[in-house]
């Protein structure tokens, strides 16, 4: 399927076309498809909620099983494959009311949350900011980042690059204001983490403490899991630790939002190099049975400038 393409709005599509076309013909399999139906339709018209996927699921198992109708299961199979092929994004058209195709008329996101690399929704926060409600505005950030101050200060911000507001005079400062909640939110004591889904025994290790590697630790620990980050360097943060001056981003706000997962349990390892100090059979002993690479690219790229690399006196960037 193509990006232009909506893979909730084709599936759509498809079941109203099963009707006119009688390839399902017992009744039950067709009253089980047209409430599939109706969900997708709720999914597209924005109308869903948490209950419509695992709604259509049990619909879909239900039309698998019943053998009397050979067509109603080979439509079900179908479905079931297009559900389990793009769950992500029936689950984001569903819960987060965005099409990232912008096929969907009433779930196509601003422009500015378009352009985000994380999604993230940026008139709702903004709006939250706007109203004095800053440590809901950094809810809704860390639904899709975890680290909200940091991004706030570090950002290359191409969300401002599509504000609207720019048509006027100039774009919303959504970067800095990201950077705003957030401060006055931990300088308040209103900077909260999500509550925790409840423990399901894995364990998971992430290798690396970088922007990646924490994402992936915070975002572990809200499902449940039990998480251990690896890093070789002395202090989390990774490259935005050691490769941003100071001056634009004070390490002590790395260690702040660092602190708020560290307080969802995640076990940190510093000075612990994967492949010298541990590897994957002893951190499989100890029960780890998944893991999760984000060891950076703590490299120069070469400009391939005859001399680079004769001098001293030529240093890499990185």
């Not at 099963?18 to 498809?33: A, G």
């Not at 997708?40 to 009397?68: K, M, N, T, W, Y």
């Not at 494959?81 to 994004?89: C, D, G, P």
């Not at 049975?289 to 690399?309: D, K, T």
């Given at each position: 399927?193509?990006?232009?393409?909506?893979?909730?709005?084709?599936?759509?599509?498809?079941?109203?076309?099963?009707?006119?076309?009688?390839?399902?013909?017992?009744?039950?399999?067709?009253?089980?498809?047209?409430e599939v139906?109706?969900?997708?339709?709720?999914?597209?018209?924005?109308?869903?909620?948490?209950?419509?996927?695992?709604?259509?699921?049990?619909?879909?198992?239900?039309?698998?099983?019943?053998?009397?109708?050979?067509?109603g299961v080979?439509?079900?199979?179908?479905?079931?494959?297009?559900?389990?092929?793009?769950?992500?994004?029936?689950?984001?058209?569903?819960?987060?009311?965005?099409?990232?195709?912008?096929?969907?008329?009433?779930?196509?996101?601003?422009?500015?949350?378009?352009?985000?690399?994380?999604?993230?929704?940026?008139?709702?926060?903004?709006?939250?900011?706007?109203?004095?409600?800053?440590?809901?505005?950094?809810?809704?950030?860390?639904?899709?980042?975890?680290?909200?101050?940091?991004?706030?200060?570090?950002?290359?911000?191409?969300?401002?690059?599509?504000?609207?507001?720019?048509?006027?005079?100039?774009?919303?400062?959504?970067?800095?204001?990201?950077?705003?909640?957030?401060?006055?939110?931990?300088?308040?004591?209103?900077?909260?983490?999500?509550p925790r889904?409840?423990?399901?025994?894995?364990?998971?290790?992430?290798?690396?403490?970088?922007?990646?590697?924490?994402?992936?630790?915070?975002?572990?620990?809200?499902?449940?899991?039990?998480?251990?980050?690896?890093?070789?360097?002395?202090?989390?943060?990774?490259?935005?630790?050691?490769?941003?001056?100071?001056?634009?981003?004070?390490?002590?706000?790395?260690?702040?939002?660092?602190?708020?997962?560290?307080?969802?349990?995640?076990?940190?390892?510093?000075?612990?190099?994967?492949?010298?100090?541990?590897?994957?059979?002893?951190?499989?002993?100890?029960?780890?049975?998944?893991?999760?690479?984000?060891?950076?690219?703590?490299?120069?790229?070469?400009?391939?400038?005859?001399?680079?690399?004769?001098?001293?006196?030529?240093?890499?960037?990185?």
């Open positions: 399927m193509s990006p232009s393409q909506c893979p909730v709005h084709e599936t759509l599509l498809e079941l109203q076309k099963i009707p006119d076309s009688r390839r399902v013909v017992h009744p039950r399999s067709r009253r089980l498809i047209e139906t109706t969900l997708v339709q709720d999914i597209v018209a924005a109308r869903a909620g948490a209950e419509h996927l695992p709604s259509i699921d049990a619909l879909v198992a239900e039309v698998c099983a019943f053998s009397d109708d050979p067509a080979e439509t079900g199979l179908w479905l079931r494959e297009r559900l389990s092929e793009y769950r992500e994004v029936f689950r984001s058209h569903a819960l987060d009311r965005n099409c990232t195709a912008s096929v969907c008329d009433h779930l196509t996101p601003a422009p500015c949350q378009m352009a985000c690399p994380a999604g993230i929704d940026v008139p709702t926060y903004v709006s939250l900011i706007a109203l004095g409600r800053d440590d809901e505005a950094i809810e809704v950030v860390r639904r899709d980042n975890p680290l909200p101050w940091v991004c706030g200060l570090v950002c290359t911000r191409p969300c401002e690059l599509m504000c609207v507001r720019a048509r006027i005079d100039t774009p919303v400062s959504i970067k800095f204001l990201k950077a705003f909640a957030a401060e006055r939110a931990m300088s308040w004591g209103r900077y909260h983490n999500p889904a409840s423990a399901t025994g894995r364990k998971v290790c992430v290798i690396g403490a970088g922007p990646g590697g924490l994402s992936a630790a915070y975002y572990l620990a809200l499902h449940g899991h039990s998480v251990r980050v690896v890093e070789a360097l002395p202090r989390a943060g990774g490259m935005i630790m050691v490769g941003i001056p100071r001056y634009r981003l004070p390490s002590d706000i790395i260690d702040r939002e660092v602190a708020m997962i560290e307080e969802l349990g995640v076990e940190f390892r510093f000075n612990t190099r994967f492949g010298q100090d541990v590897d994957l059979e002893s951190l499989r002993g100890e029960g780890f049975a998944a893991f999760f690479f984000a060891v950076g690219a703590h490299a120069s790229f070469n400009l391939g400038i005859g001399g680079e690399h004769d001098f001293p006196q030529v240093h890499g960037a990185v």
